[in-house]
């Protein structure tokens, strides 16, 4: 590093160049991204053409974004960016919650305008046609992690690809809010919806993110998965997601989401026209 000039001094004055009217956390948190990028760069002796191909890979991850995709989230998650944010953010509120169900990463397919639908309805808007879907008749009860007591009136908002892997927005062939659903849960806290097995499916990696994965020779899959949000007003909203435990990919995640405390399992169900498979999942909040 004898020839580079630009070293700790520089990156100080440009640490300095803050002002006083910037907020304190914002004061904090630039002043070590700085410190932490100026070292990444000289560490690695990263050149033009490095950074040129960096700075490419954002454009086009901006110039990708819309509605239906959002592909700076995806670059985060291969990176794992998302389930660190997601275990700082829960780590914080330790404590209050202490026994709550745990967390995993929203991703990038919520919408936030689902619309609500009754107790025990179903959210297999188009069937799928491979054959592949297997029905699930999901229910449980939220009950308050201190107490033990059920929870009613909480919104629990539920999301799952099909079974050719794609969510509803990606899929012209899919009815919209297909596999999408808000619930609530009634005076005993109880909540029940028809959905499908979950199955593996690829994140989408033609764009940027997929770029990042061939890169470093990885695979873009995910295993089967449920994404759930809950909330109701005096509690943290919970965003998690639960995993077939038979599902491939449990250990190697794509973007790094799995958590044993997340696996369930689905069983066979008797006497009931609208399911082969039961799943009970029962949320503490
Ligand atoms: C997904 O379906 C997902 O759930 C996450 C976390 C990232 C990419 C695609
Ligand atoms: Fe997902």
């Known amino acids: 590093m004898s020839n580079i000039k630009l070293g700790d001094d520089f990156t100080k004055a440009v640490i300095a160049a803050t002002g006083p009217k910037a907020d304190p956390r914002v004061r904090t948190v630039f002043a070590s991204l700085i410190r932490h990028l100026h070292d990444f760069t000289r560490e690695n002796q990263i050149t033009v053409?490095?950074?040129?191909?960096?700075?490419?890979?954002?454009?086009?991850?901006?110039q990708m974004s819309n509605e239906k995709r959002n592909e700076g989230q995806l670059v985060c998650d291969v990176l794992g960016l998302e389930s660190l944010v997601d275990n700082i953010t829960n780590s914080l509120l330790v404590g209050e919650s202490y026994e709550a169900t745990a967390t995993a990463i929203l991703g990038p397919f919520?919408?936030?305008?689902?619309?609500?639908?009754?107790?025990?309805?179903?959210?297999?808007?188009?069937?799928?046609?491979?054959?592949?879907?297997?029905?699930?008749?999901?229910?449980?009860?939220?009950?308050?992690?201190?107490?033990?007591?059920?929870?009613?009136?909480?919104?629990?908002?539920?999301?799952?690809?099909?079974?050719?892997?794609?969510?509803?927005?990606?899929?012209?062939?899919?009815?919209?809010?297909?596999?999408?659903?808000?619930?609530?849960?009634?005076?005993?806290?109880?909540?029940?919806?028809?959905?499908?097995?979950?199955v593996p499916y690829p994140i989408p990696y033609d764009g940027p993110a997929g770029d990042l994965l061939q890169l470093l020779d990885r695979h873009p899959w995910r295993p089967g998965h449920i994404h759930l949000l809950i909330g109701i007003n005096g509690y943290a909203p919970l965003t998690t997601q639960i995993f077939d435990r038979t599902s491939k990919y449990l250990i190697d995640d794509s973007v790094f989401a799995v958590k044993d405390e997340l696996l369930v399992d689905f069983k066979p169900i008797q006497n009931n026209p609208k399911a082969e498979l039961e799943l009970v999942y029962d949320v503490k909040l």
């Open 49 to 62: 053409d490095e950074w040129t191909r960096a700075v490419a890979l954002m454009n086009r991850a901006g």
């Open 110 to 198: 919520y919408r936030d305008d689902t619309p609500a639908i009754p107790n025990d309805a179903s959210i297999v808007l188009t069937p799928p046609k491979d054959g592949k879907g297997e029905n699930v008749y999901m229910h449980g009860i939220v009950t308050d992690a201190a107490t033990g007591k059920p929870i009613p009136g909480a919104k629990i908002d539920i999301w799952q690809c099909s079974t050719n892997g794609m969510y509803e927005q990606q899929d012209p062939d899919q009815a919209e809010w297909n596999l999408r659903g808000k619930l609530t849960t009634d005076e005993n806290g109880y909540y029940g919806v028809y959905c499908i097995r979950p």
